[in-house]
Nanobody, 115 residues
Framework: QLQLVESGGGLVQPGGSLRLSCAAS????????MGWYRQAPGKEREWVAV???????NYASSVKGRFTISRDNAKNTMYLQMNSLKPEDMAVYYC?????????WGQGTQVTVST
């Protein structure tokens, strides 16, 4: 089956940048939408961004203009470039991939935005 592994999380000060990666392995075929969710402490999981294999992209209004999603199909890796980070961006970030009718999830990576 498809496996997703996130990396790139860490500690950054407000205004800083991080790049998250989501590497896909296993049965990699017919991947449709790939994207990111995040969950902050005490809050529900919220959708952040999505990218399709054809290049379509969309973002939550809270991150539009600051975050950029991209896909390297040759490496089967998806990225989330996060700039101008704010304290409210602090959360566990989860990547996902839609393969056929099944949605697969990564294990999550912690992003901490603090002084």
């Amino acid at each position: 089956q498809l496996q997703l592994v996130e990396s790139g999380g860490g500690l950054v000060q407000p205004g800083g940048s991080l790049r998250l990666s989501c590497a896909a392995s296993g049965s990699i075929s017919s991947l449709n939408g790939m994207g990111w969710y995040r969950q902050a402490p005490g809050k529900e999981r919220e959708w952040v961004a999505v990218a399709t294999s054809s290049g379509l992209k969309n973002y939550a209004s809270s991150v539009k203009g600051r975050f950029t999603i991209s896909r390297d199909n040759a490496k089967n890796t998806m990225y989330l470039q996060m700039n101008s980070l704010k304290p409210e961006d602090m959360a566990v970030y989860y990547c996902y991939a839609l393969q056929g009718a099944v949605k697969y999830w990564g294990q999550g990576t912690q992003v901490t935005v603090s002084t």
